[in-house]
């Protein structure tokens, strides 16, 4: 698929793996719809940039676990825009909850941010001719990173149900899940410093993979993380 002028929505696209990919379909020719939630300042940097570039691109605010502002977005979107290509749930909430101390907020928090968004944003997106799902997780899993269980379960649903909506959606829509390591963003590297770590490109042309070369993919989770979970 050739991504010149397609329509690509980016859920989490102000800063961080969503800006990374947001520049990389961009380069491609894409044209974004960029969401973000609270990073005001991020996101209008990311414009501004992006329109020097000539891109066309705009930005939609939404709380992703709210049902109401998803739908809301996913029809602001086609109504700027025509439709919807392609989309790339990229955003999610992530923190740490050790086992004893996790709440009813957190709970909530992680699987309506992290699981519930994604769904009815697919829902909804699937209604306007939409042709590749990109999902993306987290490889590390439950057995290496336990203090973040409701977030492991919320990126285990995820894959789950990426792997279920490829049987509901059939030919009408490839879906697919990239699971990354740590990345190699410059802020988290002193952090991050004794860690296997991913450069964030390695993500972008995993997604440029799929989405421009590959069409009989679907249904399937890619680890990106040089082993790290089996270590």
């Known amino acids: 698929m050739a991504l010149k002028n397609k329509v690509i929505l980016i859920t989490g696209a102000a800063k961080r793996l969503g800006r990374e990919i947001a520049l990389s379909l961009a380069h491609e020719g894409a044209t974004l719809a960029l969401h973000y939630h609270t990073s005001e300042k991020e996101i209008h940097s990311l414009l501004k940039e992006l329109r020097d ?105 995820l894959i789950s149900m990426t792997e279920i909506l490829a049987k509901v959606l059939g030919d009408s829509a490839q879906i697919n899940t990239i699971c990354p390591g740590p990345i190699d963003f410059p802020e988290d590297r002193e952090r991050l410093k004794n860690d296997i770590t991913i450069d964030p490109q390695e993500i972008s042309k995993t997604i440029l993979y799929l989405l421009k070369e590959m069409t009989g993919i679907t249904g399937n989770t890619l680890f990106i993380d040089r082993g790290r979970r089996y270590r």
Do not use: C
């Open 53 to 157: 570039k000539k891109i066309t691109v705009e930005i939609f605010k939404a709380d992703m676990a709210k049902v109401l502002d998803i739908t809301t977005m996913v029809r602001d979107v086609v109504k700027k825009m025509g439709h919807i290509d392609i989309l790339i749930n990229n955003a999610a909430q992530f923190y740490p909850t050790p086992f004893g101390k996790i709440s009813e907020k957190d709970w909530d928090n992680f699987l309506d941010a992290n699981l519930k968004g994604p769904f009815f944003l697919i829902q909804e997106a699937t209604h306007h001719k939409i042709q590749k799902i990109i999902n993306i997780a987290d490889s590390s899993g439950p057995k290496t990173r336990g203090n973040y269980i409701p977030y492991w379960l919320s990126k285990t649903g």
